[in-house]
């Protein structure tokens, strides 16, 4: 029975990329079917709304959603799609692989980890915002529960038993924000002690940083509250080479949706100058977790071969002197090859 998933093309670049993209899913046979749906700029002018009933609908009735990036509007009155997106399904684990591409500006090779940060409470409360004594005090309420610790902590296990991983590191504070972090630290304390096969590492956050940028081949899953996670992972993206090669998964029990974590990139929109590989390696985590892992490992492989060799079909951002379109062909020539 072939698997069907919801399609969100995006806002700016999102097209070209996400056309490139689903030309390397075609050529890999995949088998999926994809429904298209809007979500963003061109749902708010075609349907009024950022992101119609019909396009959660969809998100929902699949489980799956790859995404192309989408523009929040500027000014009063919107909020971001994709913080409602991940409100909406409740999407608790932003996933974000960090791996060493050749021919990337980075200062380390060889770097293969991922960030697992907790997506749905921390210091990112909606309601847990607010400015006292005439506007001279602001308060940020940090909310961390034994139940959203368990399970980003058990999916980071989860993730590194089924993916062959060695080793999770819970970055926290505990030491200092002693009730809040203390109980994630706590809860990944025992959790850990359900899997004793993987090598568990605790450590408190400033040490986590300086350790990433000195030494970062010493890390495999990063599992972290909120906040931290959001400064870790797009410090691990500059790490092998910025936004350009860093996908994300954010998944729920009953959704799951991948994207680049690039924007929309309104500067370069509709010039085929864009890069498609972050959105391709989203789509290489959609297939691992669909159960199609070899053929993700093949978009890896065939990115890694392709800015091996094909200097000329790869796109501007990453030395060459190719389009959106000529680095999806050279994908595609590899994978049929
Ligand atoms: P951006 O990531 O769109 O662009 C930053 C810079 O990186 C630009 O110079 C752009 O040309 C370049 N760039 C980004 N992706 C690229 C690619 N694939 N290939 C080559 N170059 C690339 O960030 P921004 O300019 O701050 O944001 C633009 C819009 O994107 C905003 O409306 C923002 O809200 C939205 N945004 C959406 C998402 C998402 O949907 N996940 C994430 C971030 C920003």
Do not use: W
């Amino acid at each position: 029975m072939s698997q069907s998933i919801a399609v969100i093309k995006g806002d700016g670049i999102g097209p070209e990329i996400m056309d490139a993209t689903l030309r390397v899913l075609e050529a890999l046979e995949c088998g999926l079917e994809y429904e298209f749906v809007d979500a963003g700029l061109v749902a708010l002018e075609n349907h009024g709304t950022l992101i119609p009933q019909a396009s959660l609908d969809a998100i929902e009735k699949y489980g799956v959603a790859l995404k192309g990036p989408l523009t929040t509007p500027i000014g009063k009155g919107f909020s971001s799609i994709n913080v409602q997106l991940r409100r909406h399904f409740d999407l608790y684990a932003n996933v974000r692989p960090a791996i060493s591409f050749p021919g990337t500006r980075s200062r380390f090779e060889d770097i293969d980890m991922i960030t697992v940060r907790e997506n749905t409470e921390g210091a990112y409360l909606s309601d847990g915002q607010e400015m006292i004594d005439d506007g001279n005090t602001g308060i940020s309420v940090i909310k961390v529960t034994r139940k959203g610790s368990e399970r980003i902590v058990r999916y980071a296990f989860e993730l590194a038993k089924s993916s062959g991983r060695k080793k999770v590191t819970a970055v926290h504070k505990a030491n200092i924000i002693k009730t809040s972090s203390g109980l994630f630290l706590d809860v990944a304390r025992e959790i850990a002690r359900e899997y004793p096969e993987i090598e568990f590492q605790e450590m408190i956050v400033d040490n986590a940083c300086m350790q990433l940028v000195m030494n970062p081949h010493q890390f495999d899953v990063v599992v972290t509250t909120n906040l931290f996670g959001d400064i870790l992972s797009d410090l691990c993206a500059g790490l092998v080479g910025g936004l350009g090669l860093a996908p994300g998964a954010n998944i729920g029990e009953k959704a799951a949706i991948f994207e680049a974590v690039h924007g929309s990139a309104p500067d370069i929109a509709g010039k085929k100058l864009a890069n498609p590989c972050a959105l391709l390696l989203a789509a290489a985590q959609m297939l691992d977790h669909l159960g199609m892992a070899d053929k993700g490992d093949a978009i890896r492989r065939g990115i890694r071969a392709v800015l091996e060799t094909r200097r000329d079909m790869v796109t501007p951002d990453m030395g060459g002197t190719g389009t959106t379109d000529t680095f999806a062909q050279a994908l595609v020539e590899y994978v049929q090859a």
